[in-house]
C-alpha cells in the first residue's frame, strides 16, 4: 500500500503563484509513476501533470503547460506542482495519485492511490 499527503492549497489571486506538495510513504519503492488531478464542482476530475518516479519524465495537460511544473525531490520522498499564472479556472480541489505500473498518465481510474485533495482558489 502507499499513502498520499498533500498539502499547499489555499487562496491566491490571479496571476499569483502556489506550490502543492504530495509526499508518499508505503511501499514507494513499487511506485512508477505519480500525477496531479484536479476537479472543480461539477466538472469531471481532469488531468494536470505526471511524473516518472524513475528518470523523472514528466508529461502536461495543454491547459497547464508553461505555467505548472511537476517535479519530485528523491532525498525528500516528495512531488510537487510549482503553479504558477494562476487563473480564476484553475480554482478546484487538487489531488496527488500513484501508479505502480505503466499506465495511460492522463486517465484517472488507471491510478492506484489517491491523495485527500487540496483546495485551490484563484480570485479574479
Known amino acids: 500500500q502507499v499513502q498520499l499527503v498533500e498539502s499547499g492549497g489555499g487562496l491566491v489571486q490571479a496571476g499569483g503563484s502556489l506550490r502543492l506538495s504530495c509526499a508518499p510513504s508505503?511501499?514507494?519503492?513499487?511506485?512508477?509513476?505519480m500525477g496531479w488531478f484536479r476537479q472543480a464542482p461539477g466538472r469531471e476530475r481532469e488531468f494536470v501533470a505526471n511524473?516518472?518516479?524513475?528518470?523523472?519524465?514528466?508529461y502536461y495537460a495543454d491547459s497547464v503547460k508553461g505555467r505548472f511544473t511537476i517535479s519530485r525531490d528523491n532525498a525528500k520522498n516528495t512531488v510537487y506542482l510549482q503553479m504558477n499564472s494562476l487563473r480564476p479556472e484553475d480554482t478546484a480541489v487538487y489531488y496527488c495519485a500513484a501508479a505502480n505500473k505503466a499506465i495511460a498518465v492522463t486517465v484517472a481510474t488507471l491510478y492506484n492511490y489517491w491523495g485527500q485533495g487540496t483546495q485551490v482558489t484563484v480570485s479574479s
Open positions: 508505503g511501499r514507494t519503492f513499487s511506485m512508477y509513476a
Open positions: 511524473i516518472r518516479w524513475s528518470g523523472g519524465s514528466t
